[in-house]
């Protein structure tokens, strides 16, 4: 056999190898992926699976990137705009719904986390983040070093979806944790000056907020996370009294009359 020939073979049978795992991990949870069963389910020899993917963490590693694919593709082919901030926006938002259509992948991608160990998929969409980073960076519009900014946004983008993953999926909802990444965003980006007519944004947060955990028939979302009835309406009082108050104090302004 030619060692083309042989190549050729390995990478159809890698192919066949990854794609039976993620098969089997969508269908049955990570849980299902030992070496003996993905191997079956490919119809290779455990042996072929060590010769390709050396081990079980090499093989965990090998099917995160194959199944993220899609999402990094995605990313790749990303059009940067004139606003990177709007840029990262979109950015989270792609992020979110990949998370949420492919709860079995992102799990094994942000919740099998093993120190010193990251998969290939995963820096590379790390570099993503940094490069849309870097262009706010340059535009004067970050306020942070660039690696606590790539930190906070990764740390609050996969916390909320694997928070999200970890409900009931009829409640899996994009919008839930939509005002964390408007708050992490301001957090870390200047804010250019507010026109006398914008609205407060802490306003707008409490307004988002609001109709976020406002009761839909007999379902109360804030109950449903675990606070008492009580927390859940002083929690909502709050909020449409932050909303009140600063859009009093804007209509009050003068430079708004």
Known sequence: MKPDDRRGGSDEQR?????????????????ALSTRAVAAAAGVQTPTLYRLFAD???????????????YLAEKRAFEPS??????????????????????????????????????????????ILRGM????????????PVETAVVAIEASTTGAVLLLLAQP?????????RP???????????????RADDRSHIADRAQSLLAIITPAGNADPVVDAGFSV????????????LNEAHESAGSSNPASR
């Open 15 to 31: 192919e066949r190898i990854l794609s039976s795992a993620v098969k089997l991990l969508a269908d049955a949870g990570p849980s």
């Open 56 to 70: 079980k963490d090499g093989l965990l590693d090998a099917v995160a990137s194959f199944g993220f694919e899609s």
């Open 82 to 127: 004139d606003d990177p901030v709007d840029d990262l926006r979109r950015g989270w938002e792609v992020h979110v719904e990949f998370g949420l259509a492919n709860p079995a992948i992102y799990t094994l991608m942000y919740g099998n986390l093993r120190p010193g160990r990251r998969p290939a998929a995963a820096t590379e969409n790390r570099a």
């Open 133 to 144: 980073l870097e262009r706010a960076k340059v535009q004067g519009l970050l306020r942070v």
């Open 169 to 177: 999926e009829q409640a899996r909802h994009a919008q839930l944790i």
């Open 180 to 194: 964390l990444r408007d708050i992490v965003l301001d957090a870390l980006m200047e804010q250019a000056e507010p």
């Open 230 to 241: 009580f927390e859940a309406g002083l929690l909502r009082e709050w909020l449409a009294r």
